[in-house]
């Protein structure tokens, strides 16, 4: 999916710390389950301690602890996450059951998650703690690149099918002449390392027998036919930075616009770039809004600052429940579901991150659904998808949270080892 932008534009880059000093590193592994009696109401919160930051270190893994030694386990919501593994559920079971996950370092099969599958499918309101402390074993995870949690949003704009003044930037398909690469087949094909270090896709074009580079934001015109519809311009980049959005049409009609494509450019933020030459000292989405209408002839150029581009298809929104599709081709469930570095984390991981919002603790579960260029940065960095519509917008744009500390959750009598990390990880831009 789209490269996930952090909303508060003015954030620093901060690597975080990981964890207290844990038992060396080994294989995954499970033990049979325990039952207990089914949850039936709220349990009683305890407290445990919150684990001193180290230093990260510079290879991935996983370290079996329990479940009392994750801050907040006892007294989060985990409504969501189970909502939001249901529905990994239903792709898990379109699988073989000897079929690896896709992406990440653990994981194992489809089938191993099979048990876990079914028994979600039958749990009721109150029995989600029960359920994942029943069927799953927490692991606390190690790995190099950037600690930090944030969160994006699926935006509600105003469109139009026609162009108007009020509504001038379209939104456009997938266009005709992009060719995608797939770098993971080559890699598998050549037994080329510097290729795994790669990004798995590249999007391109053909000038004449060679693949070159798609066109930069500032090139890029409108094939006849490609226009989905027209919408304000800070409207059409704020669907472009989340990568999807729901479009409410001047004559009633409501669509998704769905993320299809992107140019292939490292994301820069225009906020950031006007906040940069002095022209937006305080980069908010309403303060760009109102300089875009207050500086006509300085749009395009303004926009052009970022030469990442988004390409969607619009789609019939079926559950206004559910967010869109992510990575993992899996509706968003809000508040469960998470983006992820797939180098590291396979899609439909679950994992419970502790970090702070606001000055007070975030600790949530959720299941890996997702990714984007801005969060494959290693195995603590992930971006919360919050919603739909304002309020989750708001909580998108204030959170920020720096060293969060994650766990994984694996199904019991899981015995597969996390694979080795390559010998030059590079983070896809």
């Known amino acids: 999916m789209i490269s996930r932008a952090i909303l508060s534009v003015s954030l620093a880059i901060a690597v975080g710390a990981c964890a207290s000093s844990r038992p060396a590193p080994i294989k995954i592994g499970g033990t049979t389950p ?24 510079s290879d991935f893994s996983l370290v ?25 559920c239903i792709s898990l079971r379109q699988r073989s059951s000897d079929a690896s996950l896709s992406g990440g370092r653990y994981g194992g099969k489809a089938g191993d998650w099979f048990n876990a599958c079914d028994a979600a499918s039958v749990i009721q309101p109150g029995q989600e703690r029960w ?41 456009l398909k997938r266009p005709p002449d992009m060719i995608t690469v797939d770098l993971g087949a080559f890699a598998e094909a050549y037994d080329n390392e510097t290729l795994r270090g790669a990004p798995r ?84 989405w309403s303060n760009f ?41 899996v509706p968003l469930t809000p508040m469960g579901s998470i983006a992820v570095d797939p180098a590291f984390h396979p899609y439909g991981a679950i994992v419970f991150v502790s970090g702070d919002y606001q000055g007070g603790a975030f600790q949530r579960l959720f299941v890996a659904q997702d990714t984007g260029g801005a969060i494959r940065r290693g195995p603590n960095r992930g971006d919360v998808f919050a919603g739909t519509g304002a309020e989750a917008g708001a909580f998108a744009e204030r959170m920020n949270s720096a060293n969060p500390q994650w766990w994984t959750l694996l199904p019991k009598n899981f015995n597969a080892p996390v694979a080795a990390a390559p010998s030059t990880p590079t983070p896809a831009g």
Request: charged share 15%.
């Open 131 to 171: 359920f994942f402390e029943s069927y799953f074993d927490p692991q606390f995870v190690i790995g190099p690149g950037e600690a930090r949690l944030t969160a994006y949003f699926e935006p509600v704009i105003s469109a139009s099918r026609e162009w108007t003044p009020a509504f001038s930037e379209p939104l």
């Open 64 to 88: 079996p602890v329990a479940f009392g030694d994750i801050p907040g386990w006892a007294s989060a919501d985990m409504a969501p996450a189970l909502a939001a593994f249901k529905r990994q």
């Open 201 to 284: 896709t590249l999007n391109g074009k053909l000038n004449g027998d060679r693949i070159v580079p798609y066109p930069k934001r500032e090139a890029i015109t409108p094939f006849l036919g490609q226009i989905i519809g027209y919408a304000h311009p800070a409207d059409v980049y704020n669907l472009q930075v989340q990568g999807s959005g729901r479009l409410r049409f001047t004559d009633g009609s409501e669509a998704r616009a769905q993320f299809s494509a992107q140019n292939g450019y490292k994301w820069n933020s225009a906020l950031g770039a006007l906040r940069n030459s002095g022209r937006l000292p305080s980069p908010t």
């Open 34 to 57: 325990t039952p207990r009696p089914p949850v039936t109401g709220p349990e009683t919160p305890t407290i445990p301690p919150v684990l001193p930051p180290i230093t990260p270190p």
């Open 289 to 329: 809004r109102a300089w875009l209408d207050q500086n006509p002839a300085q749009q395009k150029s303004a926009l052009n600052a970022d030469p990442s581009y988004v390409f969607f298809q619009e789609e019939t929104i079926s559950d206004y429940a559910a967010g869109p599709k992510g990575a993992a081709n």
